[in-house]
DNA sequence: ATGAAAACCTAGTGGGTACTAGGTTTTTAT
DNA sequence: ATAAAAACCTAGTACCCACTAGGTTTTCAT
């Protein structure tokens, strides 16, 4: 380390140490990701195959255990991905009081357009109930976290008096967590037997004096 | 046909051809849907494995398939047995009007002593959104009734004037089936973040003008 | 009691699973 | 240009899957 100063750049690795990822590589972790998206969305996680990933994206398993070291990661990193995604998309999650709730009747709109991502997350909640799956704690955070949030715009909005008498708080956000969730499988099951976002407005429109 | 009217019985059956199964087969039958229930529940129908049925009833894979030619079969069979039970239990889905909603409120209380049940149905209403699942249709039918039979429930409240104004049936309807699935999974996921009963009971009240 | 069917088993089939060991090709900093 | 790490592959492990063929044991009507 404290030889040949000549160089800046090159006194940290020298002779065939580290070294970080590939130019292309970064875009390949994207690729499998989608893949891996794809294939829990239809199958779960327990029935959805490492094989089915690498054949989506052209890898074989062990070319795709090479960008992650087990199934498992594979999912702790589809999951991360789509939070992020969903956090960056739509401003409802970030939006306060009423506002929130405007965003959410947007984001169950928005979700009307890509099924896959419905699937996956109404597959892999169900599938995760079970303590002992690995996405089991994921999910009670993620519950957890959407409640307490929903809990507050109802909270704002019933210090504006915009709440209907009778109706709590943290009810009406644990009844319209549930709700979202159920039309989901409906919805799934049979798009037209549903309209996604005109339920969620209806009972909206139910429990608040506001126009949705 | 015509000969041998001496003896009522024997004409049918002669010389060792037919046999109806054994005395203690039905039992058995009964043992092999209860361990798949258990199993379908907790791993799903894709994960669950004929292995797992079968250890659990003390007996091998060929000796499970003897009883139920396949898996698909055995599925079918459990979903088939839990409706009728279900049927028979409660009185909730035979009765109409507010007398239909009481019921509904009552199987929700019932539902959170069986979470092996509820968990069956949650995941595999999940797993089926596939429309190749084997018991895709299953759902489909099942959702449709369930609407339908709730729907009439709301109709004939409404036309006693105990609807609340700005609320449709068929909504009513799709709402109450999404919120008691939604509520499921919030329970399954952790049984002290939601107390069901009470959450359906919440929403009744604030869509008629009832106690429940 | 006896004989035939029902109940059940052993031992397979062909296939899939997640994951690993060890080697080859590709990239890239030097 | 070169050398080492990253990217990727072949080939394998040990296991699980639904399902079958063919035989043995158990039940039970005669």
Tied chains: 1, 2.
Excluded at 21 to 31: I, P, V
Excluded at 80 to 92: C, I, K, M, Q
Aim: hydrophobic share 40%; with cysteine.
């Amino acid at each position: 380390m404290t030889d040949t100063p000549a160089t800046v750049v090159a006194d940290t690795p020298r002779r065939g140490r580290p070294r970080g990822s590939y130019a292309k590589t970064e875009g390949r972790r994207q690729e499998i990701l989608a893949a891996a998206f794809e294939v829990f969305s239809t199958s779960g996680y327990r029935s959805g195959s490492l094989k089915d990933v690498a054949d989506k994206v052209g890898l074989t398993q062990a070319g795709l255990l090479h960008h992650f070291p087990n199934k498992e990661a594979l999912l702790e990193a589809v999951l991360t991905l789509r939070d992020e995604e969903s956090v960056a998309r739509t401003g409802a999650l970030s939006a306060q009081g009423i506002g929130l709730l405007h965003g959410l009747v947007e984001l169950t709109r928005y979700n009307t357009t890509i099924p896959g991502l419905v699937a996956l997350y109404c597959v892999l909640s169900a599938e995760a109930t079970d303590p002992d799956h690995p996405a089991h704690e994921y999910f009670q955070r993620r519950y957890n976290w959407v409640r307490g949030t929903m809990k507050d715009a109802f909270a704002e909005i019933q210090r504006h008096g915009q709440l209907r008498p009778g109706i709590a708080p943290p009810a009406a956000a644990r009844q319209l967590a549930a709700l979202m969730d159920g039309l989901q499988v409906q919805w799934l099951l049979d798009n037209d037997s549903v309209d996604m976002p005109a339920e969620v407005v209806a009972f909206l429109e139910a429990i608040t004096t506001e126009k949705f």
